[in-house]
């Protein structure tokens, strides 16, 4: 099973801000790319949240801006799920160039019913297929990840 996903991201110039360096706008677009990735590779792509008729949908995102990003970085985002409680998952990020961390952050999701847009529990088979990474996890740091805790 796939506790952390990583997702490969090149930095191109539509990502760039007047200030010469990546928007925030992107970060939060390649979090949720991550996420998306990750289910998928887990084998719950859209198409399967749609029959289901629930899926996940964010409620809460903190990130933690460590280094800039440029035209041209290659960079790796890690994402894994932390915790997948009764309605809602944490998922964590850690963002690097080269190895060193140029972002962290975090996404509370809400596993909403999609015909009401309210909360409903997790199913089982939809949690069973979310392997959990809690903090302090000793895999987080054999691939290098060095957690820094967003207030």
């Known amino acids: 099973m796939l506790r952390i996903y990583r997702l490969p991201i090149t930095v191109t110039e539509d990502c760039i801000d007047v200030l010469g360096h990546t928007n925030n706008k992107e970060y939060l677009r390649w979090m949720e790319e991550a996420a998306i990735s990750h289910s ?3 084998g719950w792509n859209m198409e399967r949240y749609l029959k289901l008729g629930a899926a996940f949908a ?7 801006y460590l280094r ?12 894994w799920v932390e915790t ?3 309605t809602i998952s944490r998922r964590a990020f850690y963002l690097t ?7 962290n952050g975090t996404t509370e999701w809400t596993f909403i019913n999609l ?3 309210r909360a409903e529990e997790i199913p089982p088979e939809v949690a069973e297929a979310f ?5 302090g996890d000793p895999l987080l740091r054999e691939n290098g990840i060095r957690w820094l805790e967003i207030p």
């Open 131 to 135: 392997p959990i990474v809690p903090k």
């Open 68 to 79: 800039p990003t440029h035209v041209g970085d290659e960079l790796i985002m890690n994402t």
């Open 97 to 103: 160039r080269g190895g060193k961390v140029c972002m």
């Open 58 to 64: 964010a409620t809460v995102h903190k990130i933690h």
């Open 115 to 117: 015909k009401t847009g």
């Open 40 to 42: 998928d590779a887990l």
């Open 84 to 86: 997948l409680e009764k």
